[in-house]
Nanobody
Framework: QVQLAESGGGLVQAGGSLRLSCAAS????????VGWFRQAPGKEREFVAA????????MYADSVKGRFTISRDNARNTVYVQMNSLKPEDTAVYYC???????????????WGQGTQVTVSS
C-alpha cells in the first residue's frame, strides 16, 4: 500500500508561484500514474494534472495549461507541480492520488493524500 503526502502550499499573491510536492512511501508501488486534484470550498474536487510514473506522459486541465507543470523524480518517489502565474481562482486544497492509468476522472484514483492549502490573494 502506498501512502502519499502533499506539501508546499501557502499564501501567495496573484501572479506568484508555488511548487507542490507529493511524496510516496510504502512497500508497494503498483500504480502507473499520479494525479493532482483541487477542491475549493463548496465545489467538487476537480482534475488539475497527471503524469505517468514511468514514461513521463502528462495531462493538464485546460484551466492550468501553460501555467502549471507536472514532473516526477523517481529516485525521490516524488511528483511535483510547479504553479506559475497564479490566480485567485486557483485557491483550493490540492490533493495527489495514484491510479493504474493516466486519467482525468477522479473516480479511478486512490490513496489520496491529506491535501495542502493554496491561497492566492488578489
Amino acid at each position: 500500500q502506498v501512502q502519499l503526502a502533499e506539501s508546499g502550499g501557502g499564501l501567495v499573491q496573484a501572479g506568484g508561484s508555488l511548487r507542490l510536492s507529493c511524496a510516496a512511501s510504502g512497500r508497494s508501488y503498483s500504480f502507473a500514474a499520479v494525479g493532482w486534484f483541487r477542491q475549493a470550498p463548496g465545489k467538487e474536487r476537480e482534475f488539475v494534472a497527471a503524469i505517468t510514473w514511468s514514461g513521463g506522459r502528462t495531462m493538464y486541465a485546460d484551466s492550468v495549461k501553460g501555467r502549471f507543470t507536472i514532473s516526477r523524480d523517481n529516485a525521490r518517489n516524488t511528483v511535483y507541480v510547479q504553479m506559475n502565474s497564479l490566480k485567485p481562482e486557483d485557491t483550493a486544497v490540492y490533493y495527489c492520488a495514484v491510479a493504474r492509468a493516466l486519467a482525468t476522472y477522479k473516480g479511478v484514483y486512490d490513496n489520496w493524500g491529506q491535501g495542502t492549502q493554496v491561497t492566492v490573494s488578489s
